[in-house]
């Protein structure tokens, strides 16, 4: 059973292009968070997601940053006119259910330029 | 607003010793709690959930408590060895964290285990 796929691990921005994430969860999980780690900064919770339907993004910036979870395909977290203070780890994790023990992907690591 | 808070931030010991880190978390209304390792520029593993009803949990070298009343739960990791160094997180799945279902995570503890 693979694990939480993530890709690209590392990508690179210019400042005011956009960034695609992409997070395939667990096989048999339909439950993605999205998280960030900032420079010297713990993991802060960005979004929770199933299937087609966004639960909780009270962690999200308000401006900038879209989360999506299709029927087909991954999960993406999109961040449109990146700005340096984007620069940062991404990290998807998948549970099978709402609130049981949740794992984690490598991370895709965003630098803007 | 669940806040957690790890201690020591850095820790460096030689190898064989047993260890204890410390996790603490500011509101006991939490559903589970998860302790992770995590290497240098890698993504997280998790090392043992323990659901709010648990008092512990073991898996191998690793026993983690939890006391959900004081806000406390700590790591042991018996007989260290240098392939234990890495960066432990705590983290905490409460309901009134940043985002409900969401976990709350400290800034974790730098292990480092001298050969």
């Known amino acids: 059973n693979a694990g939480v796929m993530q890709n690209p691990r590392h990508l690179v921005r210019r400042r005011g292009q956009e960034a695609r994430l992409r997070c395939s969860p667990m096989?048999?999980?339909?439950?993605v968070y999205w998280y960030r780690q900032l420079p010297e900064e713990g993991l802060k919770f960005m979004v929770y997601l199933q299937k087609e339907n966004i639960i909780d993004e009270s962690g999200m910036p308000k401006e900038r940053f879209s989360a999506e979870f299709p029927k087909e395909g991954p999960s993406i977290l999109r961040i449109q006119q990146v700005v340096r203070g984007d620069s940062a780890a991404y990290f998807c994790?998948?549970?099978?259910?709402?609130?049981?023990?949740?794992?984690f992907g490598p991370g895709t690591r965003l630098t803007v330029t | 607003k669940q806040e957690v808070t790890q201690i020591p931030a850095a820790l460096s010991v030689p190898e064989g010793e047993n260890l204890v880190l410390n996790c603490s978390f500011t509101d006991s209304a939490i559903y589970n709690l998860q302790w992770f390792r995590q290497d240098p520029g890698k993504g997280l593993t998790s090392l043992l959930l323990?659901?709010?009803?648990?008092r512990e949990q073991t898996s191998g070298r690793l026993n983690a408590s939890l006391d959900k009343s004081s806000g406390r739960s700590t790591l042991y990791i018996a007989a260290s060895q240098p392939g234990d160094s890495a960066t432990y997180l705590c983290a905490v799945g409460s309901y009134s964290g940043g985002g409900a279902d969401g976990l709350t995570f400290g800034k974790g503890t730098h292990l480092i285990i001298q050969p």
């Open positions: 994790a998948s549970s099978p259910s709402p609130r049981a023990e949740q794992y």
């Open positions: 323990i659901q709010s009803s648990q």
């Open positions: 096989k048999g999980h339909s439950h």
